[in-house]
Nanobody, 125 residues
């Protein structure tokens, strides 16, 4: 079992920054791929960024490349999503997800078997 708790969401002006954290419980964290997804009102959930078990490889959606950075600290069982140069179109509920069956990143939400409750990010123009 893995439990994920997100934090760090909030309201920020366009161009600003936020850092999301996802704290995990469970012994499988350090071997699991981790990812962030987001869902805006009326839209489907979409992949934002993912990181492999060791933190040596990460993938990003084209819409966030160069602005978002994903990292992990396995000793603290935490992943971090640093979001810079935020845009109004980044507004969404952001979800942390764990794929305990794979150590490498995939972009399909179907592969992630544990999810956090979500944290709201709102970017004003």
């Amino acid at each position: 079992q893995v439990q994920l708790v997100e934090s760090g969401g909030g309201l920020v002006q366009a161009g600003g920054s936020l850092r999301l954290s996802c704290a995990a419980s469970g012994r499988t964290f350090s071997t699991s791929a981790m990812a962030w997804f987001r869902q805006a009102p009326g839209k489907e959930r979409e992949f934002v960024a993912g990181i492999n078990w060791s933190g040596t490889n990460s993938n990003y959606a084209d819409s966030v490349k160069g602005r978002f950075t994903l990292s992990r600290d396995n000793a603290k069982r935490t992943v971090y999503l640093q979001m810079n140069s935020l845009k109004p179109e980044d507004t969404a509920v952001y979800y942390c997800a764990a794929d305990t069956l794979r150590s490498y990143v995939t972009v399909s939400s179907n592969n992630y078997n544990y999810w956090g409750q979500g944290t709201q990010v709102t970017v004003s123009s």
